[in-house]
């Protein structure tokens, strides 16, 4: 079995979005940075749900790209919150290809991101009580 078959994404399905030609490196891969970047999308969608407000990150814990996302493939983000402290959250993030054209979907790569809550002056504030 291959991970197609024997791995299911971890969290909420988040961001869903198509990889297109103007995002790829010069061997036709789609670069690196803008899966980065799907990724904090998804976990700044996640963040600002779960905090009730504005979010900044802060870090983003090792990534290792695992398999090559290419043109036409549909990037799934899925999140899951792991913790929530006083002010920040550790929310982790999985990317997966939807392969063109075709039912099949791998995962590219994961990673936990931290995030801030912030208020309007852009200091930190406090992440209220779950279901508050």
Same mark, same amino acid.
């Given at each position: ?7 299911? $994404?971890?969290?909420? /399905?988040?961001? +869903?979005?198509?990889?297109? $030609? ?8 789609? &670069? ?5 970047? +799907? ?10 749900? +779960?905090?009730?407000? +504005? ?9 290792? &790209?695992?398999?090559?996302? =290419?043109?036409?493939?549909? /990037? ?6 792991? =913790? ?12 997966w290809a939807q392969r063109f054209m075709t039912p099949a979907r791998e995962k590219v790569t994961d990673a936990t991101f931290t995030f801030v809550a912030i208020d309007e002056s852009g200091k930190p504030?406090?992440? $209220?009580?779950?279901?508050?």
């Amino acid at each position: 079995m291959n991970a197609t078959q024997t791995e299911a $994404p971890r969290g909420e /399905l988040t961001v +869903r979005t198509i990889a297109m $030609p103007a995002d790829t490196n010069a061997n036709g891969d789609i &670069f690196g940075g803008w899966v980065m970047s +799907r990724m904090d999308q998804a976990g700044g969608i996640a963040g600002v749900a +779960r905090s009730q407000g +504005r979010v900044v990150t802060v870090a983003v814990e090792a990534m290792t &790209f695992i398999r090559p996302v =290419k043109v036409g493939d549909v /990037l799934c983000v899925y999140t899951e919150i792991e =913790k929530v402290g006083r002010t920040s959250m550790r929310i982790h993030v999985e990317a997966w290809a939807q392969r063109f054209m075709t039912p099949a979907r791998e995962k590219v790569t994961d990673a936990t991101f931290t995030f801030v809550a912030i208020d309007e002056s852009g200091k930190p504030r406090a992440v $209220p009580a779950e279901g508050v």
